[in-house]
């Protein structure tokens, strides 16, 4: 069955160190990868995509890596801030459609 | 530029009561998609429009659940009858046009209690 899980419900860091979070996937082919932040209350907001051709993609504080040998994508904070806290979601698609399917989230806290 | 809107936030019916939700995407966007988040679950395609025909339903309840988007711009979902396990946040997106990669733009969501 296809499956897309993030690495645990929920991660709480130090403010000014680096986060990591984890999205597998299980039988889906996709051609690229995208992580949005989910604050309460709100919909999901579009931080990143990477293209499966594409290794790693940075944008300011974020880094996210895309390995499809271990279907695994990593992504990063660095120098976290407590407005980073939020629930980050991994979404990506199946073989080039054009519809996404999200994984559960990981909900991050930075603690001051 | 204005995102995408939708209403109402937040609705309690009973079960076997009907429901409508409304969204207006951003201005221009070709592409609409209706999702279900249930709590502490990442949101589910429910339906995928483009323009104001249906590209993929397969997810959608048709037994119960019901999406129009007439003129291509703004959608209703409907829920008739409703039940328990439908209690969710139902949200609305629009991307630019159908195609792989493209952004999707979420709207606040609309809290819904099946009591």
């Known amino acids: 069955s296809q499956k897309i899980e993030q690495n645990s419900e929920a991660l709480n860091i130090q403010e000014g160190k680096t986060a990591t979070l984890t999205c597998n996937y299980t039988n889906y082919s996709p051609a690229y990868l995208q992580w949005y932040r989910q604050d309460p209350g709100r919909g999901p907001v579009f931080l990143l995509l990477?293209?499966?051709?594409?290794k790693e993609k940075r944008k300011e504080r974020l880094k996210v890596t895309f390995d499809t040998t271990l279907k695994q994508s990593l992504f990063h904070i660095t120098a976290s801030q407590p407005a980073d806290s939020a629930t980050y979601l991994c979404?990506?698609?199946?073989?080039?459609?054009?519809?996404?399917?999200f994984g559960t989230g990981t909900r991050l806290t930075v603690i001051p | 530029e204005a995102g995408v809107a939708q209403s109402p936030r937040y609705k309690i019916i009973e079960k076997r009561q009907s429901v409508a939700f409304w969204c207006n995407p951003i201005s221009g966007h070709a592409t609409l998609y209706w999702y279900q988040q249930i709590l502490g679950q990442g949101p589910k395609l429910l339906i995928q429009?483009?323009?104001?025909?249906?590209?993929?339903d397969s997810q959608l309840p048709k037994d119960r659940f019901s999406a129009e988007r007439l003129k291509g711009v703004d959608s209703t979902l409907k829920i008739q009858p409703a039940k328990l396990e439908d209690s969710a946040v139902y949200l609305c997106a629009s991307s630019l046009e159908l195609a792989g990669g493209e952004t999707q733009y979420f709207g606040p969501g609309t809290r819904l209690l099946v009591l």
């Open positions: 990477i293209r499966e051709n594409e």
């Open positions: 429009f483009q323009n104001n025909g249906v590209v993929d």
């Open positions: 979404a990506l698609d199946d073989a080039g459609a054009n519809n996404l399917f």
